[in-house]
């Protein structure tokens, strides 16, 4: 009696180099996709940056001042009676003054200028994404988030020495101005919704690429953050985006 022995095959190399072609392609698809996310996110940050500051100067226009340091918003800006749109002093000085607690980082219960910026930019029907809140100060609340993570505070610098973080003293060509803050949601390092490669995107798009040059500056939350100066593998006062959680903020200038 024969015993019918069917002949086992396992995969032939071609085969082999089909499925892996296909694994890599579909790696490398995922790979490219996340890439593209990653740009569409800074491109609209950019964006965001341009409206903010278009909105800023229409609202220059119809008001004769910034938005927070305006006179007389309670009666002049609709829904705009009570903290945070109307700022516990206004000094209607041409500034965005903050306190220091509000700068690096968004603070509770900060009823200041610098606070009522964006709430006020709201209630002139010129920005979205803010949603005021008279007790928290949070992106998203007070001040608007950003497309590539974290959000914005808004203040006038009028010196060098007065840049939050640990970068102001190693720019070479600081001109004062209204300048847009970009902030983590907490100062930790190993956030990477603010990593040095993401800001060094940003600075490239609007200004010079430089972190200290131009009108687009890196923010350091330490000195052992964002640029080579931390012994990392970047030269010296360059982004170092060899690392993405590293802690790295822009200071845009918005308005001169």
Not at 7 to 35: D, H, N, P
Not at 93 to 110: L, S
Request: charged share 15%.
């Amino acid at each position: 009696m024969k015993t019918d022995i069917r002949s086992e095959k396992g995969f032939t190399l071609v085969e082999l180099a089909v499925v892996m072609i296909i694994i890599g392609l579909l790696i490398g698809g995922v790979l490219k996709g996340q890439e593209l996310i990653k740009s569409a996110k800074v491109t609209s940050t950019i964006s965001q940056v341009k409206g903010i500051d278009a909105a800023t100067s229409t609202f220059q226009d119809i008001y004769a001042g910034l938005p927070g340091d305006v006179a007389s918003p309670g009666t002049r800006l609709p829904g705009c009676n009570a903290a945070p749109c109307v700022p516990g002093t206004v000094t209607s000085d041409g500034r965005v003054v903050a306190t220091a607690a509000a700068i690096p980082f968004v603070n509770g219960g900060q009823n200041t200028e610098s606070t009522a910026f964006f709430v006020q930019l709201a209630a002139a029907d010129l920005i979205s994404g803010v949603t005021p809140d008279g007790t928290v100060n949070a992106f998203g609340g007070n001040y608007p988030s950003a497309p590539v993570g974290g959000g914005w505070v808004a203040s006038t610098i009028n010196a060098q020495a007065d840049i939050p973080g640990a970068s102001g003293a190693g720019i070479t060509d600081f001109r004062a101005g209204l300048y847009l803050q970009h902030q983590n949601t907490a100062d930790d390092e190993d956030d990477p919704v603010a990593n040095a490669l993401t800001m060094q995107r940003i600075d490239r798009k609007i200004d010079d690429g430089n972190p200290l040059t131009g009108s687009v500056y890196a923010v350091e939350a330490t000195a052992t953050a964002c640029m080579g100066d931390d012994g990392s593998s970047a030269a010296a006062n360059l982004y170092d985006t060899s690392t993405g959680t590293v802690s790295c903020n822009a200071l845009v200038r918005i308005q001169n």
